[in-house]
């Protein structure tokens, strides 16, 4: 707590004492997003997968503990892929990764546009 007032004990002039842990409870309760240059990575990959004809559907996920971006290729089927951010991974394996209908993790990383090269090489889903 940091004392503004001059000594006095005036409403005015004391300071105000804010709970950290109240502030990080509230923190916790927004959902986690992809931020501006995240989605221009994901949005840029998305639009040349649709120009090649191989994905036609997408959908954003914002839950409590991460972001998700699924890929489809068509609206009624199982995504194709999803992109994953979860920052609770950070420090670990890295925030970013993507992930195989069948739950496989095909690359994981803390930069999104190495995790994102994944999708250099061709890749097809082999049906069952």
Known sequence: MADRGGGSEDAE???TLIS???VRRENRELPVSFNRRELDQILRLYGRMVAANEWRDY???HLSDRAVFSVFRRA???PLFRIVKNPALARKQGAY???APTGLILKRG???GKVLTVFDSKLRLVGA
Do not use: Y
């Open 13 to 15: 002039d004391s300071a």
């Open 20 to 22: 950290l842990h109240e």
């Open 76 to 78: 009624s089927e199982t």
């Open 110 to 112: 803390h930069d999104l």
């Open 59 to 61: 959908a954003i996920d």
């Open 97 to 99: 990764s993507v992930v």
